[in-house]
């Protein structure tokens, strides 16, 4: 057996069952069980892609010279369309061969119940008491093929009279009222995304990926990979300016001008880390996490290493309410009827974020604390910026072993240096601090809607392992449509759909590239979401008032059936 061997679905299941970290890329199948703790993006990518075709992620994560060095972990090939398994982090179930041989056997034995006709059984009572695994297997089979058709759909839940109480009939199957509403709202989500996007069948989708691997050989071709030095030299200048003005008012007692410059200061230069976590500036690993230390933890604060953990699952996973850290707000935010279930992290170790008596109150009121919350969030970023270089997940080994040391290094010195040098040696008294504090962290409120803007007006809903990654990343993702004179004020994010399918583009080449995925979008059928900044914050407002209605709906029937006993879904 070579790295040439043909490898059947079932073998590769019974190889991921034993342990394994397999996934397929172009065409073959490699195992990665001793890279993935090295990989410099962490190892949770690898979890989300296992059992899965994971060509279209790894080529637009990795250049070319990386991806050549995947062939030393070859194992074998696949035959023909590889059907995606959900990997077990995300709930697959992978069975050793003797469970597979174990279920095939039973699956024949009801195939022959079935086709006996003298038997005086049928095969509706043998699925209801048989116990053999492979029933389920059968019931996920229908499962898949119910999304992959879009009928039948199960009642959905109607939002139109939510002060009339308007819930919907309860399932049956034994489902508690609460546990009938979340599913079906989640059910509603998935069903007008069905409806809205192309199909979920094996040659759409596989049409959707051979022209987004066209489009990308083209990206590639055409330069867009290719760094404008001269493009980092004026955002330079203007980083330079802003922080020679933040000093010189600073040092004339101007605080509140200048804490105003510094938050413009880290406003813009926050925008060059994001380039240089994506490897988008000099695209060396080594070169650009410096430039992402320096920025990020030496003038900033923030840890480089957290927003890249954290960043690259979102990139895989984006919008997922269980994988997604990025949405994972509760109990300020839910952008999904998911969270009122009180779900499991799989980014945090399983963390539960509990639906609790404070989350159903504060989601409520969450369109109006949308923007007061977003108006201080930088000071949360801290908190999860030391959590992570505490923990053992920042513990990186290989080339990258220095990335964690360094980073303690230059975060403590900006905490030296903002605290000490700036807040107390240079102002001198306690009011003059506090308006200092507050107004400087205050100013890069604008970057905090920018990050939520493309993806929280978004859907959420989960279309299974089917789903192609283009697809995927253009219906959890939206461009802000503005003027090129003010690409300066979004540093690159308003072109967050086209940076999701190729986030290694240099920031500057996104404007020009988003014609080219303008015209995927057309040929695919894929809708190409964009709106202005007003309308944009328009859509993330909806969302969050549309799931805090979904959670009054929620209260209400609870609170029926306490009072009443009854459901109160009719």
């Known amino acids: 057996m070579g790295v040439d061997q043909i490898l059947s679905r079932g073998e590769v299941e019974s190889l991921i069952a034993a342990g394994n970290t397999l996934v397929v890329f172009q065409g073959d199948v490699l195992r990665l069980n001793t890279w993935a703790d090295k990989h410099p993006g962490g190892s949770l990518v690898f979890q989300h892609m296992i059992g899965r075709d994971a060509t279209d992620e790894m080529n637009i994560s990795h250049s070319i010279r990386t991806l050549k060095t995947m062939h030393a972990y070859r194992i074998g090939k696949i035959s023909g369309q590889w059907e995606n398994f959900t990997p077990p982090i995300q709930g697959g179930v992978f069975r050793s061969q003797e469970e597979q041989d174990a279920a095939a056997a039973g699956l024949a034995a009801l ?53 009339d109480a308007a819930f919907t009939k309860a399932a049956q199957d034994g489902l508690s009222s609460k546990e009938t509403y979340i599913a079906n709202s989640i059910q509603h989500n998935i069903d007008a995304d069905l409806d809205k996007y192309p199909s979920l069948d094996a040659a759409t989708q596989r049409d959707i990926a051979v022209k987004f691997q066209a489009l990308h050989e083209r990206v590639r071709n055409e330069g867009y990979y290719d760094l404008r030095p001269i493009e980092y030299g004026k955002e330079m200048l203007r980083y330079t300016a802003l922080f020679i003005v933040f000093v010189t008012l600073l040092n004339k007692g101007w605080y509140f001008f200048s804490a105003c410059f510094l938050g413009l200061f880290w406003h813009q230069i926050m925008f060059t880390a994001h380039d240089a976590g994506h490897r988008g500036i000099t695209a060396d690993i080594t070169k650009d996490t410096m430039i992402g230390i320096f920025i990020a933890d030496f003038c900033c604060g923030l840890s480089i290493g957290w927003w890249k953990s954290s960043h690259n699952v979102h990139h895989l996973v984006t919008n997922s309410p269980e994988h ?37 109150v504060a989601v409520l009121f969450q369109k109006y604390t949308y923007y007061p919350i977003m108006a201080v969030a930088r000071f949360n970023l801290y908190i999860l910026s030391w959590g992570y270089l505490l923990s053992p997940r920042s513990r990186t ?11 303690i290094v230059g975060i403590s010195v900006y905490f030296f240096m903002f605290f000490y040098v700036c ?38 809903a989960d279309l299974g392992p089917a789903e192609t990654f283009a697809q995927r990343q253009l219906r959890t993702t939206m461009d802000v449509a503005c003027p090129q004179w003010l690409d300066f004020i979004h540093g690159g994010l308003q072109f967050q759909a086209v940076h999701h399918l190729f986030p290694r583009v240099p920031r500057h ?23 202005d900044f007003v309308a944009g914050n328009g859509k993330v407002l909806g969302k969050l008032q549309e799931v805090a209605d979904q959670a009054r709906i929620l209260a209400a029937c609870q609170a029926h059936m306490a009072a009443t006993g009854e459901s109160g879904l009719h």
Not at 326 to 350: C, E, H, K, R, W
Not at 509 to 529: G, H, M, P, S, W
């Open 397 to 407: 080994k290989g080339k990258m072993w220095w990335t964690r040391p360094t980073e």
């Open 423 to 460: 807040l107390w040696r240079s102002i001198p008294t306690w009011t003059s601090r506090a308006i200092f504090l507050l107004t400087s962290h205050l100013i890069t409120m604008p970057l905090h809607v920018q990050i939520t803007l493309s993806h929280w007006g978004t859907s959420t």
């Open 111 to 163: 195939h022959k119940l079935d086709s006996a006709s003298t038997t005086g059984y049928d095969s509706a009572y043998v699925s209801e008491d048989s116990s053999d695994s492979s029933v389920e297997g059968l019931e996920d089979a229908q499962m898949r093929q119910r999304l992959i058709s879009g009928s039948p759909k199960p009642e959905s839940v109607g939002f139109a009279s939510i002060e």
């Open 324 to 360: 997604d850290p990025d949405i994972q707000n509760v109990p300020l935010f839910a952008t999904s009827p998911s969270f009122f279930d009180s779900i499991s992290s799989t980014y945090y170790g399983g963390f539960v974020f509990p639906w609790d008596a404070f989350a159903g």
């Open 509 to 531: 080449n996104l404007r020009k590239l988003q014609a080219l995925v303008r015209d995927f979008c057309k040929e695919t059928e894929i809708e190409y979401l964009i709106h």
